[in-house]
């Protein structure tokens, strides 16, 4: 855990105590990150912009790397959709009555453009599963 936080610290070259003296931030704060005990993504937003500062480089080069589609849900032509990142893929969940459809994305978590387009994403799956089930059902007819 912390490991680009870590990472960072160890290129600058610099003790735990230089980083809190520089920076006012309580060395049990930055004791507790380079151990692993507190995770970088849940300290304050002062303690990581801090941080971002002192060792020059950008908030997003510390944090650890999180799934960027977990937690995005939306509606679209009758079905929810969902994003779960369950095991450590990124799965697209769709549920309409009781009927649910997964689809496995891999991994996001390098990607911050399967953010930008996770709606599309859902959407095009959605419609094309709408497709599928009108396929489904002319084969029926034509049996």
């Given at each position: 855990m912390n490991d680009n936080l870590i990472n960072?610290?160890?290129?600058?070259?610099?003790?735990?105590?230089?980083?809190?003296h520089e920076t006012g931030i309580p060395y049990t704060t930055i004791s507790r990150l380079e151990r692993g005990v507190m995770d970088i993504n849940k300290c304050s937003a002062d303690v990581v912009f801090r941080l971002s500062l002192y060792l020059?480089?950008?908030?997003e080069d510390i944090l650890n790397p999180i799934p960027y589609l977990?937690?995005?849900k939306g509606?679209?032509?009758g079905y929810n959709?969902?994003?779960?990142?369950?095991?450590?893929?990124d799965v697209l969940i769709?549920?309409?009555?009781?009927?649910?459809?997964?689809?496995?994305?891999?991994?996001?978590?390098?990607?911050?453009?399967?953010?930008?387009?996770?709606k599309l994403f859902a959407e095009?799956?959605?419609?094309?599963?709408i497709r599928k089930m009108e396929a489904d059902r002319i084969c029926e007819i034509t049996d």
């Open positions: 960072k610290i160890k290129e600058l070259g610099v003790s735990q105590y230089k980083i809190c020059n480089c950008t908030i977990y937690g995005i509606f679209y032509r959709y969902y994003w779960d990142n369950a095991t450590d893929q769709i549920e309409k009555d009781g009927v649910k459809l997964v689809r496995e994305y891999g991994k996001s978590k390098t990607n911050k453009k399967y953010y930008e387009s996770s095009m799956e959605i419609d094309l599963y």
